[in-house]
């Protein structure tokens, strides 16, 4: 029963990586289906520029000239015509390792990020001019021949403090009535702006739109814009251009596994439009998948000589836990540490402690694994000791079934006489699964989604974001590290002790190496090292443990014996056995 708890837990683990993997066949399946394209290094030609759905951006009237506000953080450049952002560099984050090439938000899109588009959407509103420039803000300013001027003013902070966060950018858009008459206008829409995927999100969970609505996060992933034949027609969809929906938002972001742009509005957005984006470059050949969103604001009619005005933050750069946490309106989430957050964090700022006095980030994660594998000694020494208790009961056991076969509450009420003669819990074995389990996920949350690993060194692998291939046969990449994961783990289980001499339970514990090989092997390097040195460290304590848990647990059980007249406990022939 105690092994079973232990299969059990082990193979939930299992059964999550698996559906993992399957929705990550579901996008590739879409994208041979009809669904948006995928980068592709081997194209030929390079495909016409634009958004899924359609270009919505014309070429500003009167022109477009560039100006920057900038401060030690990030340089954001303006366009003039449309009155908005064109692109957002972050001076901290280099956009290929080893390149002087910086991270560059909104990239090779054909809508500028706060785009301004009125109504029901379309085009982005432009020709602006330059009202006003100085160090730290800028205004431009647009009227129509309705008498509607339309003005947004953007204002950067000089330095990066605890007081203005240097990735936060503050905007108001301002519309004037200069007219006689009312002005009857629905909505405005505000663009978000947009983001790439990344290499190490194999299974495409963070390239998405998400939104707060003040009681929940939700978030738009990318591959569900695509087609799907779903898992034997069960969630079967067709391809889609735009995902929309109209309800109170307090916040939008747009992100991808390490960088994400959040819009939080003064007043709540009332709807939204995610989609996804072809972004081009310049210096490749080919395009790259992204995901863009629109923000819808209810504007209704503006009196005359009135004004509507609308005051946001906007958030570009890194998913940095402690900035986001002092947002004051659960922008954190954007981490989408999901179920286990609260021990994601808790693991998160550790690791960073950790890092501050050993700044390496793979010894950051050994160090902090041995720290989990401390606090967690206790709990699984006792698995250890449970589980050879209950080996010793298994000839005792074996006589209850075969004496009372044909009966099986006797079967049950003599096996709980025994486990309380022995004092054997077998609640015991599997209580330490059930507790590493929320903390093997945060970890995997966390690990995966934290900017600070990316591009980070450790031994051979160059970046602890990503898989750490070191060559590719035959087009197969080969990474060692899920390897050495394997062996490790294999040798684990031959060490773990075997109460049940089940052969289907023998041959599920041999394959459950084999099975992690295939379901961690293009993981995050960083999430695997860390696995790996969990294997070894487990390995070491059930060294330590086996030295003496023999004595100890035949002590245990002849004292919770009663003893028979010649002083030998009752039932010692059986355990011999």
């Not at 160059?462 to 590719?472: E, F, G, Q, Y």
């Not at 293009?522 to 999430?527: A, D, I, Q, R, V």
């Not at 443990?545 to 028979?564: F, G, I, N, T, Y």
């Amino acid at each position: 029963m105690d092994k079973k708890s232990q299969i059990i837990g082990i193979l939930c683990i299992i059964c999550a990586f698996v559906l993992l993997f399957k929705f990550n066949a579901y996008e590739q399946e879409a994208m041979e289906h009809g669904g948006a394209p995928v980068a592709n290094e081997q194209s030929a030609t390079k495909p016409e520029k634009g958004r899924a759905g359609g270009n919505r951006n014309a070429a500003p009237i009167g022109g477009d000239k560039k100006v920057a506000l900038e401060n030690e953080l990030v340089r954001v450049e303006f366009s003039t015509g449309y009155g908005a952002i064109d692109r957002i560099f972050l001076k901290k984050y280099k956009k290929m390792q080893g390149g002087d090439g910086l991270v560059v938000f909104n990239e090779g899109d054909d809508c500028p990020a706060l785009g301004l588009l009125m109504g029901d959407g379309g085009t982005c509103l432009s020709g602006f001019s330059l009202k006003s420039f100085e160090s730290q803000s800028v205004t431009f300013s647009q009227i129509n021949s309705t008498g509607l001027e339309v003005m947004r003013t953007y204002f950067l902070p000089e330095k990066d403090d605890r007081e203005r966060d240097g990735y936060l950018i503050n905007h108001r858009t301002t519309l004037v009535n200069h007219s006689d008459s009312p002005l009857p206008l629905k909505s405005i829409h505000l663009n978000l702006g947009s983001i790439p995927a990344t290499e190490g999100d194999v299974t495409g969970d963070y390239l998405n739109f998400g939104y707060y609505d003040g009681k929940s996060a939700e978030f738009i992933k990318s591959r569900d814009f695509t087609a799907s034949k779903g898992f034997f027609g069960l969630g079967k969809r067709d391809s889609r251009d735009c995902i929309s929906e109209k309800k109170n938002i307090a916040w939008g972001s747009i992100k991808n596994q390490f960088f994400t742009a959040i819009l939080t509005p003064s007043l709540r957005a009332n709807g939204f439009c995610a989609r996804p984006v072809l972004l081009s470059s310049d210096a490749r050949d080919y395009q790259e998948e992204g995901i863009s969103a629109d923000m819808m604001f209810k504007v209704r009619n503006i009196a005359a000589q009135g004004e509507y005005v609308l005051d946001l933050d906007f958030y570009v750069g890194p998913k940095d836990l402690a900035r986001l946490d002092r947002m004051e309106n659960r922008q954190e989430l954007v981490m989408q540490f999901g179920f286990f957050g609260i021990i994601s964090k808790f693991l998160l700022f550790l690791m960073l402690g950790i890092h501050s006095f050993m700044p390496n980030w793979g010894l950051a994660i050994i160090f902090l694994t041995i720290m989990v594998k401390l606090c967690l000694w206790p709990l699984t020494t006792a698995q250890v000791r449970a589980s050879k208790k209950m080996s010793a009961v298994q000839a005792p056991l074996k006589e209850i079934r075969e004496k009372y076969k044909d009966n099986s509450h006797k079967i049950q009420t003599e096996t709980v006489k025994l486990f309380k003669l022995h004092r054997i819990n077998p609640a015991a074995g599997c209580l330490p699964i059930f507790i590493q389990i929320p903390i093997f996920f945060g970890l995997y949350f966390m690990l995966r989604t934290s900017s600070e690993l990316r591009f980070a060194h450790f031994l051979w692998i160059k970046d602890l974001s990503i898989a750490d291939t070191v060559a590719h046969i035959g087009g197969f990449p080969v990474n060692i590290l899920p390897i050495i994961m394997c062996i490790t783990m294999a040798l684990q289980m031959r060490m773990t002790p075997m109460p049940s001499v089940d052969g289907s339970q023998k041959i599920v514990f041999k394959l459950m190496p084999i099975i992690f090989l295939f379901c961690c092997y293009t993981f995050p390097s960083g999430l695997v090292l860390y696995w790996t040195v969990q294997n070894i460290l487990t390995i070491v304590q059930q060294c330590v443990v086996s030295r003496r848990r023999d004595m100890q647990v035949e002590q245990l059980l002849a004292a919770s014996l009663p003893p028979k007249k010649n002083g030998r406990p009752k039932g010692k022939k059986n355990f011999n056995k």
